[in-house]
C-alpha cells in the first residue's frame, strides 16, 4: 500500500510539474500576439518620419502602455540639422519603478532598444510595420512582461525606443541617420556605470522570418542568441550576415556597449521600405520566436544580477 501511495505522489507531482511547464511556456506564446496587436495600434497612427505627428501619438501611446505596466518613462530631447533641415528628435527611455528609489540613479546591466520612427517618403504613406513598428511592439511587450514576471530583471534593464534611425536621404550615411542612438549613446561615454551589454531589435515580425545578424557582432552575445535559437528549436530562423550592417547598435558599440543587432534580412526584399511593408507581412508566430529567443537571452544575462 505504502509503495503505490508514494507511486501516487510522484505522478501527481510530474503531472503537477508539466503542468506548470505548460502554463509557463503558454503564458510566454501569447507574447507573438500581444506584439502584433501593439503593432497594428502603432500602424493606425499613420507614418511615423522624425518630427511628425503620427511618430509623437505613436510615441505617447507606447509611454502610455509601459507607464500602466509600472515603467517610468523619460524622453531624450534633442535637435540636429538633416537633409530636409532642422528636426527635433525624442529619444524614450524606460526604466521600471521600485518603491521610492530613483530609477535613474540604480545602475542597469543592460539595454534592450528598437527604433520607432519610419523613413520619410514625400509621395508614399510608408507605415513601416516590420521596419520597425514590430520590434518596438516586442521591447514593450517583454519589457510588460518581465515587470510581471521577473521583475529582478526588469530593473536591471533600460528599454529605449530612438527616434532617427532612418536617413532622410534615399540611403544612410554615418552623417545622416542613426540620429536617436548616435544621440543616447554619446550620454554613455566616459562613463564607469555604463550598460554591460545592449540588444538592439530590427525586422522581427515578417512572417518569413529570416533573422541575419552582422557579421561584426559581439560573439559572446552571438553565442548566446544561436544557443537560445537552438534551446526554442528555432535555429533555422537565425544566421550571420556577410557583412556588417549600419544600424542602432554600431553607436553603443562604439562607446563600449557590447551591442548585438538582431535583424531581418532585408537583402533583395521588395517590401523594404515600401507600402508592401504593413501589417500583412507581419506574423504573431514570427513575433513570438524572436521574442522567445530574446527572452532566453536576457535571462541568461540578467540572472544574479
Known sequence: ????????????AALGGGLWF?????????????????TEKILSFGPRPAGSEGLEKAREHMKQELEAAG???QFQDFERGTPVGKIKFRNLRARLKNGGEDPWQRKIAGLLCAHLDSKYYREIDFLAADDAASACAAVVEIGKWLSREKPAHAENLELVLFDGEEAFARDMTILDGLYGSRFYANSWRGREDKPQFGIVLDMIGHKELSI??????????SRLMFAAAEKEKASGYFSVAPNPIMDDHLPLNLVGIPTLDIIGDFTSKKWWHTPADNIDIISRES???????????????????
Open 1 to 12: 500500500m505504502k509503495t503505490k501511495w508514494i507511486l501516487f505522489c510522484l505522478v501527481v
Open 22 to 38: 505548460w502554463n509557463s511556456r503558454a503564458d510566454t506564446s501569447e507574447l507573438g500576439t500581444s506584439a502584433f496587436l501593439l
Open 71 to 73: 515603467w517610468a518613462v
Open 212 to 221: 541575419r545578424i552582422p557579421s561584426d557582432s559581439p560573439q559572446n552575445l
Open 287 to 305: 513575433l513570438d520566436v524572436s521574442m522567445r529567443v530574446t527572452l532566453l537571452m536576457l535571462n541568461e544575462l540578467l540572472d544574479g544580477k
